[in-house]
């Protein structure tokens, strides 16, 4: 049995034991995007990983404390991501309520 197989029916059965009925192609679909994101971020990861610890070798103490605060600060002073920028009341009532 392939992997990918064994995945599917793994994950068919959870869903069923979850929602009480058969996972359908909807279903499935979203799975397998998902895990795309999934494997995607854990591949980032890893090569984040890969970089600091070569990067730490390769500079030193004093150098990849410099690195670090150069990252740390390009990061705080950018501007907020998607997820940030609305308030609740900006995504659920088109503006702020008023009470």
Avoid: H, Q
């Amino acid at each position: 049995m392939p992997l990918k197989e064994l995945g599917f029916r793994l994950l068919s059965t959870l869903y069923e034991l979850i929602f009480k009925d058969k996972m359908g192609n909807e279903a499935r679909a979203f799975v397998v995007s998902t895990s795309y994101v999934g494997i995607g971020t854990l591949f980032g990861a890893l090569l984040t990983l890969a970089f600091s610890i070569i990067a730490a070798r390769i500079l030193g103490p004093s150098n990849y404390g410099v690195l670090g605060l150069v990252t740390d600060s390009g990061r705080y002073s950018s501007p907020p991501n998607g997820i940030a920028c609305y308030s609740d009341d900006e995504i659920w009532f088109g503006g702020a309520r008023s009470y």
